[in-house]
């Protein structure tokens, strides 16, 4: 199975859960493409994708709603799972934290398998104003590779049991 495994990240810290994600896909033995939003120009070859998308703001990073936007006919040919990551606390390990509004409408549009959001990073020394300051007092690194894995897997599992059922 080909899974591309693409992004919008501005700090970095969602481009290491994709990267993350990626390695999970692999080792289940799937072939993965993990490459920045901004940067594929088609979907076509992949069996199914992965979005993820830095929350800026309750926003989700301009170049995953791009991608989501741009190839969304395609995508709905396809199952498709969009993740976010954000939140600098724990919340999104102890508990579910729905996409926020603009996802959830881009999840309408393709009609996406699923959504799950992950621990944000924050730098001490981030760049940027707002970041800085917010990093003054939540600097912090909140990405679980079990809750990536545990998330991998379920997708892993819908796959499996996809490929199963008979045509109709």
């Given amino acids: 199975m080909k899974v591309l495994v693409t992004y919008g990240s501005k700090l970095g810290g969602t481009e290491g859960l994709a990267a ?3 390695d999970e896909l692999r080792h289940a033995g799937c072939d993965v493409d993990v490459r920045p939003a ?3 120009t088609e979907v076509a070859g992949y069996d199914a994708v992965i979005v993820g998308g830095a929350l800026y703001a309750s926003r989700w990073h301009r170049d995953a709603a791009r991608f989501v936007r741009r190839h969304r006919r395609e995508l709905r040919d396809r199952p498709v799972w969009l993740f976010s990551s954000g939140p600098l606390d724990e919340s ?3 508990k579910e934290v729905a996409p926020v509004g603009q996802v959830r409408k881009l999840m309408r549009q393709i009609d996406a398998a699923g959504h799950q959001t992950f621990g944000g990073r924050l730098a001490p020394d981030a760049d940027g104003f707002i970041a800085r300051s ?3 007092k939540l ?3 909140w990405r679980s590779p079990q809750h990536v894995a545990r998330w991998t897997a379920e997708i892993l599992d ?7 059922q008979p045509a109709s």
Avoid: F, P, W
């Fill in 92 to 94: 999104a390990e102890t």
């Fill in 134 to 136: 917010m990093a003054k």
């Fill in 158 to 164: 819908q796959l499996a049991r996809t490929r199963q």
């Fill in 38 to 40: 901004a940067e594929v």
């Fill in 139 to 141: 600097s912090g690194d």
């Fill in 20 to 22: 993350m994600v990626g």
